[in-house]
């Protein structure tokens, strides 16, 4: 697999465990080099490993902001089956992460939330570091196809595919149908990105990020012209 632009970097890795160590140390690096930074942090089981080992790692975080990626709409904080649940459990907890944005899903404004966290990445002098997990349709956060370079943060209605790859958070219960994400605009600034990558099910989708077009249809397409290291394990490229 050959990455379509010099900015890309791909790093393979035998296995996932390799491709934890890999990211934890390119996040590590990111907070030696700039304790403050502005983390923007994806949940879903993909950066999980790359969590525990910094974990154990244990870098110094502080004063390092963790900036929340993705919420399901009208889903409280408290509720384990939250986004901002799953990014304290296995992230702002474990590594004692000093300061946290987040999505306020309970707003009876949606629109008036996301323009509120978008305002607060701003604030923050935007992202330092991206970490991103790669949707199964192509999607970043909940950046749903289509979804062009210039999406703003806002509330979304989730994808049938969506639907399906989030139910095992779920199960038995049904998954949200609406939610709130970071826009594109938002990650494709950042200061760099880091997408992790693992298993044989995301390798045609990471093939055609990495080598297809740029296209609304296949929103982290437009990683390629960011920033961007892609941390992959063999069976994914
Ligand atoms: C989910 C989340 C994303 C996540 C992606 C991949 O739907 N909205 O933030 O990065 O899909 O999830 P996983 O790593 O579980 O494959």
Request: a neutral charge; one cysteine or more.
């Amino acid at each position: 697999m050959t990455p379509p632009s010099g900015r890309v970097n791909l790093l393979v890795c035998d296995t996932p465990q390799a491709v934890a160590e890999r990211a934890a140390s390119l996040i590590e690096r990111q907070v030696r080099a700039k304790p403050d930074s502005s983390l923007l942090v994806a949940t879903g089981n993909t950066p999980m490993p790359t969590y525990a080992e910094l974990a154990r790692r244990k870098p110094k975080m502080s004063e390092v902001c963790a900036i929340q990626l993705d919420e399901y709409l009208g889903v409280s904080e408290h509720d384990p089956r939250s986004l901002y649940g799953w990014m304290e459990r296995s992230f702002t907890r474990p590594l004692g992460v000093g300061r946290v944005l987040r999505f306020d899903a309970m707003s009876a404004r949606p629109d008036a939330a996301c323009a509120e966290h978008a305002a607060g990445i701003r604030t923050l002098g935007g992202i330092d570091l991206a970490i991103l997990g790669l949707g199964p349709n192509g999607h970043l956060g909940f950046n749903e196809p289509p979804s062009d370079a210039s999406a703003p943060t806002r509330p979304v209605v989730l994808s049938a595919a969506s639907l399906l790859s989030n139910a095992p958070y779920w199960a038995p219960l049904a998954v949200p149908r609406q939610a709130l994400t970071v826009g594109m605009d938002l990650i494709l600034a950042a200061r760099a990105c880091l997408l992790i990558v693992t298993g044989e099910h995301k390798r045609e989708v990471l093939g055609r990020m990495l080598e297809g077009p740029r296209t609304p249809q296949l929103p982290a397409s437009y990683l390629q012209d960011a920033p961007l290291t892609v941390v992959a394990d063999r069976a994914a490229c």
